[in-house]
């Protein structure tokens, strides 16, 4: 499955996720023609919509009533809104050039006027959220403290290739599978679920969001530019610490060559170029995939307390389409 499939794929809500699409190019209208533009420039990014995608299959799933799907929607498009914020904000800090397949917006526009798209896409995020329940407005916040927290934690981990693998899941718990979770949760709420379904659907969240970062992991070590919509080896340059990489340094692929590349601050391409290779011919590409796809099945597993579906199905085909990405 090449990434283009991936993104075609609706998973059954489609019309839904048009319209999470349609309000989220109205949302960030602007007076100032500049700033409508560089958040249009995000927006028609586009990317998979897989946060959306999970809002409003949850909502489903726990059988929400169709009259009030504009509450999932409005939800998914906060979500998504806060998302390509953060994203923004992640692309200056990373250095990125490009962004799925575009040119990072503080590189085309400067990073002043991408810091003011950024701020003004959050808060237009939690405009959106304001048509919402205060319980909305706790999850949506509580996912985005532990994002917060998790970039954090592996900025205090950068260029350290020491790091335990414990830490290494708590951060990508943190900086992609909370907004995951928040995701299935606000469906989940809105959707009419008990508590135990909103726990549940917190839970796959976690586990598909989890399985999600460890394939960008894979991807950033075995794909191409033009597939991956960045710069291949992006976080080996950044010195962030990956499983695939995780896994070879305790293999003892190299381990030298290896902990100098994490640890150099500026590094030789050659040097890079060397490390991807390395990783690409070992075991732990395959080992890493066997790890998301264990993943998949916890996320999986946590929908057992839900009533057979076509939503629920779908939930499951999603999750099992992540790993597809890195076959």
């Not at 109205?26 to 028609?44: C, G, K, N, W």
């Not at 403290?145 to 790091?163: D, H, Y």
């Not at 839970?203 to 991807?219: C, E, P, R």
Request: hydrophobic residues 40%; charged residues 25%.
């Amino acid at each position: 499955m090449t990434m283009n499939d991936y993104v075609a794929i609706d998973f059954g809500v489609g019309e839904e996720l048009k319209e999470v699409e349609e309000t989220l190019q109205r949302s960030v209208r602007s007076d100032s023609p500049i700033l409508t533009e560089i958040a249009m420039h995000v927006i028609a990014a586009g990317g998979k919509r897989i946060r959306p995608a999970i809002c409003i299959l949850a909502f489903k799933a726990v059988g929400g009533d169709p009259r009030n799907m504009h509450s999932a929607i409005d939800a998914a498009v906060a979500v998504e809104l806060i998302h390509s914020a953060t994203l923004i904000h992640d692309d200056i800090t990373d250095e990125g050039e490009q962004r799925r397949g575009r040119v990072t917006a503080y590189r085309k526009y400067g990073v002043h006027n991408a810091l003011v798209t950024g701020d003004f896409m959050f808060v237009q995020g939690f405009k959106y959220g304001q048509f919402l329940s205060p319980e909305s407005i706790r999850i949506a916040a509580e996912a985005y403290e532990r994002l917060a927290e998790g970039e954090m934690l592996q900025e205090q981990w950068r260029n350290n290739p020491s790091i335990p693998m414990e830490e290494y899941i708590k951060i990508i718990s943190g900086k992609t599978a909370s907004v995951f979770s928040a995701s299935a949760q606000l469906g989940a709420f809105h959707g009419g679920g008990n508590d135990e379904q909103i726990e549940a659907l917190g839970s796959y969240g976690t586990y598909a969001g989890i399985a999600f970062q460890i394939v960008d992991d894979i991807l950033d070590i075995t794909s191409d530019s033009n597939t991956l919509g960045k710069s291949v080896g992006n976080d080996i340059r950044e010195g962030n610490m990956t499983l695939p990489l995780i896994l070879a340094m305790n293999d003892g692929v190299d381990r030298k060559l290896l902990s100098d590349v994490v640890a150099k601050r500026n590094k030789p391409r050659e040097l890079v170029e060397n490390a991807i290779r390395m990783i690409r011919e070992s075991r732990c590409v395959p080992r890493s995939i066997a790890i998301a796809e264990e993943y998949v099945e916890l996320a999986n597993e946590s929908l057992s307390v839900l009533e057979p579906s076509p939503f629920k199905t779908e939930l499951e085909r999603l999750s099992s389409s992540i790993v597809a990405r890195a076959r």
